[in-house]
């Protein structure tokens, strides 16, 4: 007898479906601390204070930002990926950038409901962040969850564990080798293909 | 000093984008018991009950069902509204529909997020239905103020009032003047360009 259970995809967006967005602006400004990552420096708001402040010394404005954002375009295979996943289940992005900068990436993507922060910019400056709510991408999960549906979650980094623990089944994808190790229970996979497969099943 | 909030909308599908589905059934198969509505059976799964009878009765397979719903569009200017609507705030269709009569109608909407039930089909027969949830939209608009957003709902009939009563603001989108009249305290247009104005305010 076939599942009643309805399912609901959860992806995270940034080297899933999209580049990273402050390695764009590293290059597009050659301000090398916007390298760094939630690796380099785990507390979020000290990471985000000093890329502001960063920005701010190199006096470079929200319209620079921007610039670099809208050139920026899905992975090969992502939009054809994501179509196929969504004509098979619900699909919802859940991700730590903004709404500013997911905008013209999910123009690109046919406009999937994208669930994530917002900046503050004030005067072209961008002036502050706004989390709209902390781990937001687990407690995401476990709304799908309380609304019945089963819930598979894909993610690449250490920030998508609480959501691949808060889903029903996780899938890695194109996580590096220490995420891999650290977490042998997810199956792991690189290519789009292998993706849906692992999402739901072969058709 | 403007919100923190973010903004999210929440949207009945038939009706508000796309035509009645059973009463396009109603007419391709000529069974007009097919056209009650839980206004005139206030008990869906009675009503459910009897569309599949009549279905059965009538020897109406799922493949013709599935052929009406395949030849379905969504409303005139319904597809340019959605994608203006999504470049402006995140977007969730809520509807009492099942997901295989969603899917081509999605298709045509460029896959939008849509929250909904599913049919039990077997041998080609419309053999059942789940509900996935009881009062689904409005514990799914409780579910994204629980993420802390702000929700604004648009419905045309009684089955979406708990929606509009559980959301920050409601708006009647061509909804008959009992409705109307009932629930002054919801703003009622029946264009989309008004509707977009009521739900994120002049661009």
């Known amino acids: ?7 609901l995809a959860v992806l995270d967006v940034e080297g ?11 290059e597009r400004t050659g301000i090398d601390f916007l390298r760094r990552t939630t690796r ?7 990471l985000m204070k000093g890329r502001i402040e960063a920005l701010d010394a190199a006096g470079v404005r929200m319209t620079t930002i921007m610039e670099v954002v ?5 992975l090969d295979g992502a939009l054809g990926f994501l179509r196929e996943l969504q004509s098979r289940v619900p699909v919802v992005l859940l991700s730590d950038t903004f709404e500013q900068f997911g905008r013209p990436l999910m123009a690109q993507l046919g406009w999937p409901l994208l669930l994530c922060h917002t900046l503050v910019v ?6 502050d962040y ?28 250490y920030n998508d564990m609480t959501m691949l623990a808060a889903a029903d089944a996780g899938v890695l994808f194109r996580a590096p080798a220490n995420v891999r190790s650290e977490y042998p229970q997810y199956p792991a996979c690189t290519a789009y293909d292998e993706l849906l497969d692992l999402l739901t099943g072969k058709p």
Chains 1, 2 share one sequence.
Do not use: C
Request: proline share 8%.
């Open 130 to 157: 706004r989390l709209r709510l902390p781990d937001q991408k687990a407690k995401a999960v476990d709304a799908f969850r309380s609304l019945n549906y089963r819930v598979v979650a894909v993610g690449d980094s």
């Open 122 to 127: 004030e005067d072209d400056r961008l002036a």
């Open 1 to 7: 007898m076939p599942s009643t259970h309805q399912s």
């Open 16 to 26: 899933v479906l999209t580049p990273e967005v402050w390695i764009a602006v590293a």
């Open 70 to 74: 809208q050139g920026l375009a899905p």
């Open 40 to 46: 380099d420096e785990p507390d979020y708001d000290v």
